[in-house]
T-cell receptor, first 113, second 115 residues
Framework: GENVEQHPSTLSVQEGDSAVIKCTYS??????FPWYKQELGKGPQLIID?????GEKKDQRIAVTLNKTAKHFSLHITETQPEDSAVYFC????????????FGQGTRLTINP | DSGVTQTPKHLITATGQRVTLRCSPR?????VYWYQQSLDQGLQFLIQ???????AKGNILERFSAQQFPDLHSELNLSSLELGDSALYFC??????????????FGQGTRLTVV
C-alpha cells in the first residue's frame, strides 16, 4: 500500500524566515496531496492541496510543489509568524474520490520570535 | 469551526469495556471518514461511509465497527477495549466521493483514554 514519509519531524525557525517541509510517497497512482495544520487540542485543518496534474500551487504565504517523477512534494511557508507554530501533516490519496488519506508522521513547526 | 461535530470530547473507560463515538458531518456532506491518531502510529485511516454505505476500510480492528445512519451522522463503536486503543479519534466529512477528490473537513476529535 501507499506509504508517506515526512521530514523533518521537528523544525524551528526565526520569525520572518521561511520553513520547508518535505514528503515522499511510494504509490505512483496517488493523485491528490493535501497539507493539514493541527493546533493543540484541535483537529487537522486543510491549508493547501495540490493535484497530480499541477506542479505548483500558491496561496499567500503558503506554497506547495509536486515532483511526480521523484514522487515528492513540499510545503513552503514564507515570512513565518508565531501563529504558524503547529504540527503539519502531509497526505496522499491513492484512490480517486475515496479520500482515503495516507498521512505522513507530522512536523512540529516552532516559530521563534 | 469545521462544521463537523464529534461527541464526546473526552472519554475515560476501563479495559474490556465498549464505547460509542458520535460524529455529525457538515451540512450537505455525504461522506464520513474515521481516523485514529496515536503517538506511535500517527493519523491512520479506519473506515469511510458514503450515504449510509461502507466505502473503504483501512487499518480497522475487528473489535471496531462503524455505521452511518439515514440522517448521515455516524457512530464508531469500539469494544473489548485495550490500553493500546487510547488515542484521539477523528471524524471527517466531505461533500462527495465522486470522480474528483474533495476536501475533507475534520472534527475536533474524541480523546479516548483506556485505563
Amino acid at each position: 500500500g501507499e506509504n508517506v514519509e515526512q521530514h523533518p519531524s521537528t523544525l524551528s525557525v526565526q520569525e520572518g524566515d521561511s520553513a520547508v517541509i518535505k514528503c515522499t510517497y511510494s504509490d505512483s497512482a496517488s493523485n491528490y496531496f493535501p497539507w493539514y495544520k493541527q493546533e493543540l487540542g484541535k483537529g487537522p485543518q486543510l491549508i493547501i492541496d495540490i493535484r497530480s496534474n499541477v506542479g505548483e500551487k500558491k496561496d499567500q504565504r503558503i506554497a506547495v510543489t509536486l515532483n511526480k517523477t521523484a514522487k515528492h512534494f513540499s510545503l513552503h511557508i514564507t515570512e513565518t509568524q508565531p501563529e504558524d507554530s503547529a504540527v503539519y501533516f502531509c497526505a496522499a490519496s491513492i484512490r480517486p474520490g475515496a479520500q482515503k488519506l495516507v498521512f505522513g508522521q507530522g512536523t512540529r513547526l516552532t516559530i521563534n520570535p | 469551526d469545521s462544521g463537523v461535530t464529534q461527541t464526546p470530547k473526552h472519554l475515560i473507560t476501563a479495559t474490556g469495556q465498549r464505547v460509542t463515538l458520535r460524529c455529525s458531518p457538515r451540512s450537505g456532506d455525504l461522506s464520513v471518514y474515521w481516523y485514529q491518531q496515536s503517538l506511535d502510529q500517527g493519523l491512520q485511516f479506519l473506515i469511510q461511509y458514503y450515504n449510509g454505505e461502507e466505502r473503504a476500510k483501512g487499518n480497522i480492528l475487528e473489535r471496531f465497527s462503524a455505521q452511518q445512519f439515514p440522517d448521515l451522522h455516524s457512530e464508531l463503536n469500539l469494544s473489548s477495549l485495550e490500553l493500546g486503543d487510547s488515542a484521539l479519534y477523528f471524524c471527517a466529512s466531505s461533500v462527495t466521493e465522486g470522480a474528483v477528490n474533495t476536501e475533507a473537513f475534520f472534527g475536533q476529535g474524541t480523546r479516548l483514554t483506556v485505563v
